[in-house]
């Protein structure tokens, strides 16, 4: 659901103009590291999306892999877009409510190129 999002926030902003690199790793194990580093040498940017809380979330790992081995690629922090610290619902309206809407990226996305 995430990968979608961030590809209708890459999409809102080049409307604007903006031109944004989406990357998705498919698998966590094993994680396409070499993927990651090129976009951000590419870019010089990460925002890390994910629907877990940001505390704990394999988001930390990501953005620990870039800050390990890309950290001096990056022009501006890494910001990290993450579920909020509330349970999951089962109802589906407040499930969305939870997690990061495509909004959401497209503000963080934004605040990295100011």
Do not use: C, Y
Not at 7 to 33: W, Y
């Amino acid at each position: 659901m995430q990968i979608r999002r961030s590809l209708d926030a890459a999409d809102a902003l080049a409307a604007e103009g903006i031109e944004a690199e989406v990357a998705d790793p498919r698998t966590l194990v094993p994680l396409d590291k070499a993927a990651l580093i090129a976009s951000v040498k590419k870019t010089g940017r990460l925002v890390v999306v994910h629907e877990a809380v940001k505390r704990g979330g394999f988001g930390g790992e990501i953005a620990s892999v870039i800050a390990e081995e890309a950290f001096d690629h990056l022009d501006a922090p890494i910001k990290p877009v993450a579920g909020r610290n509330v349970p999951i619902a089962f109802n589906e309206t407040l499930e969305w409510k939870a997690i990061p809407a495509a909004e959401d990226i497209t503000a963080a996305m934004r605040s990295l190129i100011r």
